[in-house]
Nanobody, 130 residues
Framework: VQLVESGGGLVQPGGSLTLSCAAS????????LSWVRQAPGKGPEWVSS????????HYADPVKGRFTMSADSAKNIIYLQMNRLEPEDTAVYYC????????????????????????WGQGTLVIVSS
């Protein structure tokens, strides 16, 4: 399994950015896909997930209505469209995947810790600043 994030950079508050995660080596329908971020000096924070046992796409409250997660399994890419960016969104963004069997029967939609996932990318840095 390979997860390679890209698309990070410097953006002004209120701007938009789309992150990509080239994700290969696994069957998308067998895995839950997530984005997790870590701001400087803070612990990791779950951002969004889909494909978990609960179905649908789920977002953390701070990004709900501003971020959109999607995936193109034919192209092996997971996206995170980020709009109306705020300085508080400054962080390294990671994509992560976990096999659905790991949380079968458990009400899990996403987590912030690396050991909650089977695979974790190297991250891409997003800086929101004027």
């Amino acid at each position: 399994v390979q997860l390679v994030e890209s698309g990070g950079g410097l953006v002004q508050p209120g701007g938009s950015l789309t992150l990509s995660c080239a994700a290969s080596g696994f069957i998308y329908s067998d895995y839950a896909l997530s984005w997790v971020r870590q701001a400087p000096g803070k612990g990791p924070e779950w951002v969004s997930s889909f494909g978990s046992g609960r179905g649908g796409t789920h977002y953390a409250d701070p990004v709900k209505g501003r971020f959109t997660m999607s995936a193109d399994s034919a192209k092996n890419i997971i996206y995170l469209q980020m709009n109306r960016l705020e300085p508080e969104d400054t962080a390294v963004y990671y994509c992560a995947v976990v096999h659905l069997g790991r949380y079968h029967g458990i009400n899990w939609v996403g987590g912030s810790q690396k050991d909650e996932y089977d695979y974790w990318g190297q991250g891409t840095l997003v800086i929101v600043s004027s």
